[in-house]
């Protein structure tokens, strides 16, 4: 169970509830802006079981997490992209279910929040080709450097752990500056970059570095989903207390140890309340992809926003048994 840092948002709350709050059920499959599922898809969905359908491999993936707390289990829905239609589950060594990221072979890597392990399948895969043990609990995020292989894993508890070619046992770093970290992501020059409970802060771990240099920000954002949009960071604004307008995600550029905001993209919802706690967007091409993880009942929705314009979703999928969703990542098709 994820619990919010009470330093972060000036309250200790479960993460599950703020997902479960005012939850009355997806809305129905069919309903206006929704995808339909097909009758055939019905047919392969069977539950707690993981499928594909065959053609997937050959074609880009969008897989996002969904965490089903409360109920002992989780899976990931994946969806061809940009299309959206569901196209498998993957259940096989996933329990509960957090961030997600892709390497340079379009392998995705699947961060358990418990037990502590990050699980590899394969682009179109039904069963892991490898799993990794994390010393500590609490994981959350993961990034692939695609100029050395290595995987980064970060976790509530403060500490980033990199697996060489991601692979055996990790080399633990912390930044003592951020008690907890959230997300990280790699530049591709092969520099790490992670955000967590400083509010002001971004943490980098600068290639053949062993430790963190702090990036102060221009203005306190929150950070919470990070990704490298060279030559910038993309930075999603949490919200803390203040639920209400869109969700911003902020780009930074960095210079030095100093972080300049540019420009803040606003992603409007279906209630147009900001995520109370960080879930993980994703952008490709001209597209970012993310739960709606505000309060009101909008749980269970996934939405597509033109990026960097945002404004109002072009696309909102529900239905498909989506619940807590937590993670997104794209897994293009080899070319």
Sequence with gaps: MRTLDSDRYGFGICVAVVMLSGCGGSPPIGAPGTMPQSAAIAAHADFGESW???????????????????????????????????????????????????????????????????????????????????????????????????????????????????????????????????YCTYDTNGDLFVDGTSADLIGELRKGDSTFTDIMLNKSIGPDSIQWRGPHLTVEAAAGQNSHGPTAIDQVTISGNSGMVIRTTLLSSRHNRRTVSGVQYWIQGGMIIGPDYSRGGASGLLNFWHYPAGGKPTKVLTGHGLWNLWGTTVSLAPR
């Design 52 to 182: 594909m359908l065959p053609e997937a491999k050959s074609g880009d993936l969008l897989y996002a997490s969904n965490d089903k707390a409360y109920s002992g289990f989780g899976d990931v829905l994946v969806f061809s992209y940009p299309e959206g239609q569901l196209v498998g589950t993957l259940t096989k060594g996933i329990d509960e279910p957090a961030g997600l990221c892709v390497d340079k072979s379009g392998d995705i890597w699947i961060v358990n929040f418990g037990p502590s392990e990050i699980v590899e399948y394969a682009h179109g895969g039904t069963s892991p080709i490898a799993t990794l043990s994390d010393p500590d609990s609490g994981l959350n995020g993961c990034s692939a450097d695609a100029s050395t292989g290595n995987l980064a894993v970060t976790d509530l508890s403060g500490k980033v752990a990199i697996y060489q070619n991601a692979k055996g046992t990790p080399t633990m770093y912390s930044d003592p500056n951020i008690a907890g970290l959230y």
